[in-house]
T-cell receptor
Framework: GQQLNQSPQSMFIQEGEDVSMNCTSS?????WLWYKQDPGEGPVLLIA?????ELTSNGRLTAQFGITRKDSFLNISASIPSDVGIYFC????????????FGKGTSLLVTP | DTGVSQDPRHKITKRGQNVTFRCDPI?????LYWYRQTLGQGPEFLTY????????KSRLLSDRFSAERPKGSFSTLEIQRTEQGDSAMYLC?????????????FGPGTRLTVL
């Protein structure tokens, strides 16, 4: 599988700030998933996207499926200390199989 | 709790030993996946099953690795003659194949350390 380009690699912000991160691929996907992982734990699914241009929210999180189908974006509004963790994007094209391709992650640190 | 479970959570072994990990998926999920994650990287796909059939294997899955899902429920991943390079977090995920949605739910992982 391919590794997706995820940026930024890390972010250090103050509580209350908004956060944006993105993910790009050289291939077209029909599914984009965003996960959060805490140290020593498995990834937890945050948001799933299935249509180009789709904008989906989950509480303070909003994600978008890029219209080119090769990128996706995640925004976190009004960050809080428990948002700390590593955020991963993952994409797949179910016409080619069901293996998720992951980015390297964005490490988020939030100071009170 | 009806999430994905994995056992053991941690395993320390000596180089050359065999290890086996177990994964129990969410009960109604018929697809089961194995991934490997090394420090600073995202998970990398190893293999997946639909019911008891192993449908896809990554090139990462060398001949020392074997996965089974004999009754279409739990799965095991065995690594024979472990090497230090096998040290990683091994993650299991599951999904519901009949759904048009491709959401995969992960377990807590098994951390393998090969000395």
């Amino acid at each position: 599988g391919q590794q997706l380009n995820q940026s930024p690699q890390s972010m250090f912000i103050q509580e209350g700030e908004d956060v944006s991160m993105n993910c790009t691929s050289s291939s077209i996907f029909n599914t984009w998933l965003w996960y959060k992982q805490d140290p020593g734990e498995g990834p937890v699914l945050l948001i799933a996207l299935y249509k180009a241009g789709e904008l989906t929210s989950n509480g303070r999180l909003t994600a978008q499926f890029g219209i080119t189908r090769k990128d996706s974006f995640l925004n976190i509004s009004a960050s809080i200390p428990s948002d700390v963790g590593i955020y991963f994007c993952a994409g797949l094209n179910s016409n080619s199989g069901y293996a998720l391709n992951f980015g390297k992650g964005t490490s988020l640190l939030v100071t009170p | 709790d009806t999430g994905v479970s994995q056992d053991p959570r941690h395993k320390i072994t000596k180089r050359g030993q065999n290890v086996t990990f177990r994964c129990d998926p969410i009960s109604e999920h018929n697809r089961l996946y194995w991934y490997r994650q090394t420090l600073g990287q995202g998970p990398e796909f190893l293999t997946y099953f639909q019911n008891e059939a192993q449908l896809e294997k990554s090139r990462l899955l060398s001949d020392r690795f074997s996965a089974e899902r004999p009754k279409g429920s739990f799965s095991t991943l065995e690594i024979q003659r472990t090497e230090q390079g096998d040290s990683a977090m091994y993650l299991c995920a599951s999904s519901f194949a009949a759904s048009s949605y491709n959401e995969q739910f992960f377990g807590p992982g098994t951390r393998l350390t090969v000395l």
